[in-house]
């Protein structure tokens, strides 16, 4: 059972930009989708964007389409969500999650692990 462990989130003021982390406990990692999610208080959790296992496709949330990257670095397994752009509306706890089928998905449920999450604030 892959573990996942989310870092990056803090303060940062709109217009700004941060990079979160998803570093996983074992290599089959290398084998799973990826994806972001985050829940804003008093929302419901929300996709982000994904990744498929081996970085070929991605998909993105339109919230998140021109702003966010998606990427990954399976030598370290590890998996990267590059935030440009920041606004206010963006702030929310950031969670990653892992798809053992391997493509990704925007459905929450498609995950079979997540991580506890990160927070992300962004100040106007």
């Known amino acids: 059972q892959v573990q996942l462990v989310e870092s990056g989130g803090g303060l940062v003021q709109a217009g700004g930009s941060l990079r979160l982390s998803c570093a996983a406990s074992d290599d089959t990692f290398s084998t799973y989708g990826l994806g972001w999610f985050r829940q804003a208080p008093g929302k419901e959790r929300e996709f982000v964007a994904t990744?498929?296992?081996?970085?070929?496709?991605?998909y993105y949330a339109d919230s998140a389409k021109g702003r966010f990257t998606i990427s990954r670095d399976n030598a370290k397994i590890t998996g990267y969500l590059q935030m440009n752009s920041l606004k206010p509306e963006d702030t929310a706890v950031y969670y990653c999650?892992?798809?053992?089928?391997?493509?990704?998905?925007?459905?929450?449920?498609?995950?079979?692990?997540w991580g506890q999450g990160t927070q992300v604030t962004v100040s106007s």
């Open positions: 990744i498929s296992w081996n970085g070929d496709i991605t």
């Open positions: 999650a892992a798809d053992s089928q391997g493509f990704g998905s925007n459905w929450s449920r498609a995950y079979d692990y």
